[in-house]
T-cell receptor, first 114, second 113 residues
């Protein structure tokens, strides 16, 4: 079945450091890919998405490129801030593969120190 | 603009007790979902609904029941609470299929002791 694998956390960075959170996926069809973010004490929010190969999703300085050849959707940010401290979830939906629901990775906790 | 509202925010149950987690959305979304989030395990889908009167099981439905009598409301029922149901529960909604954006509530933290 469909699955998402994220890098293990937690990740701790200093402010203004470069961030990469790796995400790879397995899917039967041609999935859409997502990054959701969960700030402390809150529900998840959509951060960015990409619906086809080579698409780049971007929002709030974060970027991720849909790489079909490597089945990856790594999240990057050039300069993190303390306010980026949160848990980040990679997810996919694969309607053509029979799954209309979102499949989530386990999440990666990011802590940014001043 | 309320979005997805979940109640209660926190609850402690004794083994064998029952309760209903409430979820309401005011965006006229057809699709609604219940997830549970266990530490380090990501989110697991419990039940979902594609419209009023239609519900279906997700990955981990055992021990739970749902109903969808209106577009707005999607309550989750725990009949005989067990310690394994200690978790954070999230309700979510979307306008159409999961390829569209999901809107999440702020969660219910449930402990079964």
């Amino acid at each position: 079945g469909d699955s998402v694998t994220q890098m293990e956390g937690p990740v701790t960075l200093s402010e203004e450091a470069f961030l990469t959170i790796n995400c790879t996926y397995t899917a039967t069809g041609y999935p859409s890919l997502f990054w959701y973010v969960q700030y402390p004490g809150e529900g998840l929010q959509l951060l960015l998405k990409a619906t086809k190969a080579d698409d780049k999703g971007s929002n709030k300085g974060f970027e991720a490129t849909y790489r079909k050849e490597t089945t990856s959707f790594h999240l990057e940010k050039g300069s993190v801030q303390v306010s980026d401290s949160a848990v980040y979830f990679c997810a996919l939906s694969d309607p053509q593969g029979g799954s209309e629901k979102l499949v989530f990775g386990k999440g990666t906790k990011l802590t940014v120190n001043p | 603009n309320a979005g997805v509202t979940q109640t209660p925010k926190f609850r402690i149950l004794k083994i064998g007790q029952s309760m209903t987690l409430q979820c309401a959305q005011d965006m006229n979304h057809n699709y609604m979902y219940w997830y549970r989030q266990d530490p380090g395990m990501g989110l697991k889908l419990i039940y979902y609904s594609v419209g009023a009167g239609i519900t279906d099981k997700g990955e981990v439905p055992n021990g739970y029941n749902v109903s969808r009598s209106t577009t707005e409301d999607f309550p989750l029922r725990l009949e005989l609470a067990a310690p394994s149901q200690t978790s954070v529960y999230f309700c979510a909604s979307s306008y159409s299929k999961a390829g569209s954006k999901l809107f999440f509530g702020s969660g219910t933290q449930l402990s079964v002791l």
